[in-house]
Structures are given as C-alpha cells and as structure tokens.
C-alpha cells in the first residue's frame, strides 16, 4: 500500500469507528507504517469527518514532516511498531479508541492475573478471543500521551514475546485499547473481537470461567492461538 492509499485507508477505518460508536468527538487514533516512517492521525481532530490531507506524517526517528500536527500518542505508536515488528515483522498499523466496554472494565474492581506480572483485561472465556485476540495486558493509568506508558508497552510487548505468547493489544486504563495488526483491516477485526468480548463479560452475570487448558492446547495446535 503507498501513501496515497494509506491516507485514504485510514480515512476509511475511522469514519467506520465513528460511526459505530468505537470512538467518540475527537477520541481514539490510527497509524500506518510505511518504509521510511508512518503516518498517523492529527491532534484533536475527528476520525468520523478526517480528510487524507489532514493525517500528519513522521520519519523512522518520529520527526514530523509537514505541517499537521500528529496524534499526543505519537511516542506510543513509535514504541509499538519498534518492539511489536521484532515478533511481527509485518506490523503495519496500530489503532487506538475509546471503546465503551473495554474502557468501563478498566474502572471497575475486578482484575485478571495473567502471565508474567502483568494484570489482564479479560480471561480466555471465548475461542475466538483466544485466537483473535490473545492476552491484552492492562496498563496502570497515566495521563493521555504520557512517555512512561510508551515504555510500560514496550515491556509488554517484548514480556509476552519472551513467554512464548506475542500480543497484538494492550489496554490503557480510563483510556482504551490499542490494537496492532499486519494490514488495517486485521488490526479492526482484532478490535472489534477485543471490544465484544468486553461486552460479553460485562453482561454475564455470574462471571464466566476461562477456558481450561486443555482447551487452549488444542486452540493453540490448531489454530495458532497464542495463548
């Protein structure tokens, strides 16, 4: 995809998001990495009314080139797209929303122990999360666009690569989910995956048990889970 395609690219998904109510006002944010850098939506600006000329771009060291003004999360994305294409050498974009159910899970008391020390946001209560999703660490909140919660992602990133389980989403708490995949279209579905399981969580009562190991193994052997 060149640069052309992927302004127009990313005008699509997010007027998709607006639409949908994954984001809201001027919440949430998209990147797309090219060969020698990335773009990445402006500050303060509507995903649902986003025009290709608008999406500020950046070189490899995250210098902007242009006048637009990229994204508060400008660091995160850089940190990402470093430590997430040393597992997934074909990482090409990163979305970040405000998602109503992941966010509304982050504030309430109940945590998930997952692998490493890391909190989870959710257990493996569906296949299609395990193997769509994955692990989704929960990240302490820290004020939007903070340099601390770039680094705390990075660590992530490469804890879970190490365990054998590479992710493709982490949470930010009070904030929302950021989501990485091989082309656009793979980085929504995982959203949109992450999201309606939130959803589903939300609404069972009493809360449901993960899958048991066992059924993990036979998702990882067939489908290449990484759980």
Not at 74 to 94: E, G, M, P, V
């Amino acid at each position: 995809m060149n640069e052309t395609q992927a302004r127009e690219k990313i005008c699509q998904i997010g007027a998709s998001l607006f639409s949908r109510g994954y984001v809201h006002a001027t919440a949430g944010n998209i990147s797309y990495r090219l060969d020698d850098g990335f773009l990445i939506t402006p500050a303060d600006a509507s995903l649902g009314t986003l025009e290709p000329q608008q999406i500020a771009r950046v070189d490899l060291n995250g210098q902007v080139l242009g006048s637009a003004k990229p994204s508060k999360t400008l660091k995160l994305h850089q940190h990402i797209y470093k430590s997430a294409t040393q597992q997934d050498t074909n990482t090409r974009c990163i979305i970040h929303t405000h998602s109503t159910y992941c966010v509304a899970l982050t504030m309430q008391p109940i945590q998930v122990k997952g692998q490493l020390q890391w909190i989870e946001l959710l257990p493996p209560i569906t296949p299609y999360f395990v193997m769509k999703v994955g692990h989704v660490p929960l990240m302490p909140y820290k004020r939007p666009g903070a340099p601390e919660t770039a680094k705390q992602v990075a660590q992530a990133i490469a804890d879970y690569a190490r365990a054998g389980a590479p992710i493709r989403a982490v949470m930010l708490s009070r904030l929302g989910p950021n989501v990485w995949g091989d082309t656009p279209e793979s980085a929504m579905a995982t959203l949109e995956e992450l999201e309606e399981t939130a959803k589903l969580w939300h609404l069972s009562q009493p809360k449901p048990q993960g899958l048991h190991e066992q059924a993990l193994k036979e998702l990882r052997d067939v489908f290449g889970a990484r759980w």
